[in-house]
């Protein structure tokens, strides 16, 4: 089945700097990659998602990228604010099943 | 519109006792999942349901676990004799097959505490 590795677990910015969370993937079938910002003790909340025929998309400071051929997918987020502060979740959605794989979260602290 | 509701939103149950957690997709919705969550961890799938397709029950943990859905709507997760292992934040999720939208909406998920 789809195994999804995610890093770093923890990331400490400055407010204002750029924040990069890393996730590779092990189904090459895989055709979605959604990214979920969760705060403490709150539901997971979808922030952005790509497709795999995309190599990138943005939503004003966040952006995706998809290395299709590497089986990585990465988060950027831009001029961070003390409100990005939260655990950020990649996962994929393979062939075998609609369900996705998570990856083990990223929790990122902007420091003001 | 109403979102994915979940009950209850805490439990805490002795161990060996079966718990019963329920919940209730957004209208429309064919599609619903049930992951777990340990304590800073990321989310496991449990199981799927699509329809009037047979339910994908690769995520189960144990045989203790099973679950349940009336047509399209409400599902219940159903642990049998808990274990302190089972302590856990338990999420739905539902999508919907229109169009090409993925997404699925989470529930604020019911924190099962076994003692």
């Known amino acids: 089945g789809e195994n999804v590795e995610q890093h770093p677990s923890t990331l400490s910015v400055q407010e204002g700097d750029s924040a990069v969370i890393k996730c590779t993937y092990s189904?090459?079938?895989?055709?979605?990659f959604p990214w979920y910002k969760q705060e403490l003790g709150k539901r997971p909340q979808l922030i952005i998602d790509i497709r795999s025929n995309v190599g990138e998309k943005k939503d004003q400071r966040i952006a995706v990228t998809l290395n299709k051929t590497a089986k990585h997918f990465s988060l950027h987020i831009t001029e961070t604010q003390p409100e990005d502060s939260a655990v950020y979740f990649c996962a994929a959605r393979g062939t075998g099943r609609r369900a996705l794989t998570f990856g083990s979260g990223t929790r990122l602290q902007v420091q003001p | 519109g109403a979102g994915v509701s979940q009950s209850p939103s805490n439990k805490v149950t002795e161990k060996g006792k079966d718990v019963e957690l329920r919940c209730d997709p957004i209208s429309g919705h064919t599609a619903l999942y049930w992951y777990r969550q340990r304590l800073g961890q990321g989310l496991e799938f449990l199981i799927y349901f699509q329809g009037n397709s047979a339910p994908d029950k690769s995520g189960l943990p144990s045989d203790r676990f099973s679950a349940e859905r009336t047509g399209e709507s409400v599902s219940t997760l159903t642990i049998q004799r808990t274990q302190q292992e089972d302590s856990a934040v338990y999420l739905c999720?539902?999508?919907?097959?229109?169009?090409?939208?993925?997404?699925?909406?989470f529930g604020p998920g019911t924190r099962l505490t076994v003692t």
């Open positions: 999720a539902s999508s919907s097959p229109q169009g090409s939208s993925y997404e699925q909406y």
């Open positions: 189904d090459s079938a895989s055709n979605y």
